[in-house]
């Protein structure tokens, strides 16, 4: 059963490969216009946002956050802020990531939960793994903005 | 066979006991908390990862039961424990780890060698998914053999001891076919022998000798996830060669409350008797 150190051997040098290769330039704007279609364009993004709206007020883990927010700019603010980072035609707006939410002391534990519920979002409207993976890596160096020090 | 026999009852367990402790497992993605190692900390099968167990977050508790078994050629190495996760900072745990000695035992006049690893694992820095440079744990491992005799007769200094590792684990987003990649890196100062079921230290050394070991693990979605493990090993009993081990695991994490993991595990040489393979299955519940 040699094998089996055979197949690891070979598993480990092709994901390490894997690791390396730098996923930016031209082929990152291709795979950003990809991610655009493969979330439906603008109306497939409003949907998915307006999903998460839905998680967001039902989960007793960020809801307060949420409360007193204009709905409609907020929905229409991160439907261009999601368009715009997946390649689309739109452009955000609206403040920097760190001074909207800098006096909300946001949690890792809630910054978990909206991350969930986009996940959630994401799969009610059969979004592939692949074009929810490539929006996550777009949005996870915001991270550092979001969560409180 | 024991495995077709145990497991049944060990996911009854598993499962009933994870639903009785009442609320949600915490807020952490989906198996970000890996899975139960055998050594019971969060990790792999065979190597700790810098992830605490379970899916506390910073304002939560969490933690996990897990039971383990490998059936290799001539032995049956066994692993049940718990741990428990506070706020994601620090992870603490204890469990069993047993190796059937099979038919060496009746030469020996020991039916198992047994030991007893209990651990803590800090998050020193970092977030596997959102940090830069991954995520950093410290960790300890304090084992102590249940029995002597066996390791004493073939030279182990000591009955128990105390292994010390840095990890680090980071995510890749979309790295692999769009498929996010964890990879994992320890570095573990130890003197154990077979992770210490033979006892601690030996006739070639009695001093901790650094170790590396890595994983890397590919999401396949999240619910599944499949990769290899390494783990390099001291050798200080001159009585027979100490060797690597090597893995090749799937793991199914159908929701936060339950993990299975089903492996090829290659543990080399145990006690003179070499190339010790077979299947590992280890099931995870969370609370």
């Known amino acids: 059963m040699t094998f089996i150190r055979l197949i690891s051997g070979c598993f480990l040098a092709v994901l390490l490969t894997a690791c390396q290769t730098p996923v930016t330039g031209e082929a990152g704007a291709e795979r950003d216009a990809n991610l655009y279609d493969a ?3 603008r109306a497939g993004i409003e949907a998915i946002v307006e999903d998460l709206m839905y998680l967001i007020v039902d989960d007793t883990r960020i809801a307060f956050q949420f409360r007193g ?3 409609n700019r907020f929905h229409s603010r991160l439907s261009d802020q999601i368009c715009g980072l997946a390649g689309g035609p739109c452009r955000y707006t609206g403040r920097s990531m760190a001074e909207s939410h800098q006096a909300m002391a946001i949690t890792e534990t809630q910054f978990n939960a909206l991350v969930e519920n986009l996940v959630l979002a994401l799969e009610r409207n059969g979004i592939s793994t692949a074009a929810q993976n490539q929006l996550l890596a777009q949005l996870a160096p915001m991270h550092g903005d979001i969560v409180a020090p | 066979m024991t495995l077709a026999r145990d497991l049944p009852m060990a996911m009854i367990l598993v499962l009933a006991l994870a639903t009785h402790v009442q609320g949600a497992p915490g807020s952490r993605l989906w198996a970000t908390g890996g899975v139960t190692t055998i050594e019971g900390t969060a990790g792999g099968g065979l190597v700790p990862w810098a992830l605490l167990s379970g899916y506390a977050s910073d304002e939560e508790w969490g933690g996990t039961l897990a039971l383990s ?6 032995f049956t190495l066994g692993f049940a424990g718990v741990t428990v996760n506070w706020r994601n900072r620090l992870e603490l745990s204890a469990g069993r780890q047993t190796l059937d000695l099979g038919t060496l035992g009746a030469t020996l006049g020991q039916d198992e060698l047994a030991q007893d690893i209990f651990g803590a694992k800090a998050r020193l820095a970092g977030d596997v998914l959102y940090g830069t440079y991954g995520q950093w744990s410290l960790g300890l491992q304090h084992k102590r053999n249940r029995h002597f005799t066996v390791p004493s007769a073939v030279g182990a200094r000591d009955e128990s001891g105390t292994d010390i590792y840095l990890s680090g684990s980071k995510l890749f987003f979309a790295a692999l076919a769009s498929r996010n990649l964890l990879v994992n890196l320890t570095a573990r100062g130890t003197r154990a022998n077979q992770g210490g079921l033979l006892g601690f230290g030996g006739d070639r050394s009695r001093a901790h000798e650094l170790m ?3 994983s890397v693990a590919l999401f396949m979605n999240r619910h599944w996830l499949a990769g290899v493990e390494y783990r390099q090993k001291p050798d200080n009993l ?5 060797d690597d081990w ?3 695991f799937v793991a199914w994490v159908p929701d936060r409350r339950l993990a299975v993991t089903a492996a090829f595990v290659d543990l080399g040489g145990i006690a003179g008797l070499p190339d010790q393979r077979g299947v590992y ?3 995870q519940g969370s609370f």
């Open chain 2, 246 to 248: 090597h893995d090749l």
């Open chain 2, 212 to 214: 590396l070991e890595a």
């Open chain 2, 281 to 283: 299955l280890s099931l």
């Open chain 1, 69 to 71: 927010l204009d709905v």
């Open chain 2, 69 to 74: 078994r490998a059936e290799v050629d001539d």
């Open chain 1, 39 to 41: 979330l439906g364009q």
């Open chain 2, 238 to 242: 001159s009585f027979a060669e100490e």
